[in-house]
């Protein structure tokens, strides 16, 4: 290696030691050789597959990206995001002529994003980054942007990408003005679901529900019929989180929470402190087991009849799918009150780490992670939708259609706390750190004066 690259090196190094810090990280001793190791995948997949597999796919193909291995490091490991995600596989391999033995996945299950970044960060500092790796794009990419660990991938974002993308999503894959991320799906995170027989029998019409106060007295009502009318739990930080930036919309409106996101937070005190005690009042009417039970456990509360509503990711209409109930009778759903003509998003992409230890095959992994046939494969299993505005609905769901009409008919497409893409992680810990507090003690007020002093 010359000087002046050992130099550069030295310099990425310590930035991203830098980041890694701010954010918690061990450092390499505490996390090396997580999600796999250079030595023990190497000798195992590299040598063995470039003996066995990299001589004959280059006579075949006569290119070196035949010849390359690429380490794909995801936290798709459950259900339909694994099946999402070997269908999304199959058509890279298909389309490009590559076999099993160019793809190595290195799964990370449990954490969805936290303990894949503590792993990438150290593997980085080691420099010995995978190929690609799952990540939220916008504000999440920015440890790695800071400490320029990711490569300028425009040449892969063609006028027919831009064309198809709208801004907001483009917005996050750049974060700091260069393409370093293609973002491969959009959930929507401002959903209020329903079982349409509860809300039947409590004389409940969500289409009357117009604002965040007005679900509150829809939520009495659902109580006094004798139903738990608000299906939530509290276990985990992230539900409540994300319920509270979606009451902060409803009741405020996307441009000030937008200025939260900016940290302008004394000029919303008022707004903070409202919409979080709307959180604290809906508290009354969550699940009596809420402290115990996962997302997942209470949504099967509003599958079996016991509870009316639930504000979940459109991930959660996964979960009525794999029922007898049928969409729009059985089950249904609204923007969540004072959202409508808003689209939270939540999305998952994939980057370019560098060095790259499998350039030409990245690069055409990520080309195909951008194009029409990738994102119908992957997002009509995963239930999500496509970020390209130009894929065919035929082969996604009546919801599915209904989100991608949402979608393309709303006015603003925010990012999300919760998530990752709407403010950095350093922010984000800090409100987890906040939020963990306020379902212990559900005080608007406290809530509040934390947030105006750590934020």
Known sequence: MSEKNTSNSNHSRRKIIQAASALGVAGTTGLAGCLGGGDENGDENGTENGDENGTENGDENGNEASQQEMELVHWWTAGGEEEALNALLTGFKEEYGYDDSNINENPAPGGAGSAVDAA?????????????????????????????????????????????????????????GNYVSVPINIHRLNNLFYNTDVLDDAGVDPANINDPEGLLDALQTIDDAGYTAFAHQTGSVWSTLQLWETVFIGHTGVDDFMSFLDRDVDSLEEEIRASLQLVADYREYFSPDASSIAWDEANGQVIDGEAAFIHQGDWAAGQYGATDLTYGEQWDHIAFPG??????????????????????????????????????????????????????????????QSQMEDFESSDQQPPTIAHGSGIDPQGKSVLEEIFSGFIENWDADATTARILDEL
Do not use: H
């Open 339 to 400: 959202t409508e003509g808003t689209y939270s998003l939540v999305m998952d992409s994939f980057v370019m780490p560098e060095p790259n230890p499998s350039p030409e095959l990245t690069k055409d992994f990520l080309t195909y992670c951008g194009s029409i046939d990738a994102q119908q494969r992957f997002n009509s299993i995963k239930g999500s939708i496509p970020p390209r505005t130009d894929v065919p609905s035929d082969e996604f769901g009546p919801f599915l």
């Open 120 to 176: 990438i960060q150290s593997r980085i500092i080691d420099q010995d980054p995978p190929s690609s790796f799952q990540i939220w794009p916008g504000e999440s990419l920015r440890p790695y942007t800071d400490a320029d660990v990711l490569a300028d991938i425009g040449d892969i974002w063609s006028d027919d990408m831009q064309d198809a993308y709208v801004q907001g999503v483009q917005d996050t894959a750049q974060p700091d």
